[in-house]
């Protein structure tokens, strides 16, 4: 069974930094897996951050978190890594993981993705 879970979010100042860990029992298909963080303010849609072509190890970033947001993974371990430096009070949200299977591609649109953790939140204050 696929299971997601999130660790790492807390409350920063701005300028800050977080690292966020997405622990994976297992990936959904044999190859072309895609692991990707998305995050969720109440009352605004989800938005995509970044994903991760787990075979390629490709990253995608949204246009938001680029240069400041890393997405990894350490070889031989199924955890996926978000870093997330120069904090804004924008980046305030819940944080999710999310997996998808016998990917074409790892888009940042969270219709495509079958599997979610339960989030973790990240706050950011002055």
């Known amino acids: 069974q696929v299971r997601l879970m999130e660790i790492g979010g807390d409350q920063v100042h701005i300028g800050g930094s977080l690292r966020l860990s997405c622990a994976i029992s297992?990936?959904?298909?044999?190859?072309?897996?895609?692991v990707a963080w998305f995050r969720e303010v109440p009352g605004r849609r989800r938005e995509g951050v970044a994903s991760?072509?787990?075979?390629?190890?490709?990253?995608l970033y949204a246009n938001s978190v680029k240069g400041r947001f890393t997405i990894s993974q350490n070889n031989g371990d199924t955890t996926v890594y978000l870093q997330m430096n120069q904090l804004r009070p924008e980046d305030s949200a819940r944080y999710y993981c999310?997996?998808?299977?016998?990917?074409?591609?790892?888009?940042?649109?969270?219709?495509?993705?079958?599997?979610w953790g339960q989030g973790t939140q990240v706050t950011v204050s002055s």
């Open positions: 297992r990936y959904p298909d044999r190859r072309r897996n895609c």
């Open positions: 991760l072509d787990i075979d390629d190890q490709v990253p």
């Open positions: 999310a997996a998808l299977g016998a990917a074409g591609s790892c888009p940042l649109t969270w219709r495509n993705y079958d599997f």
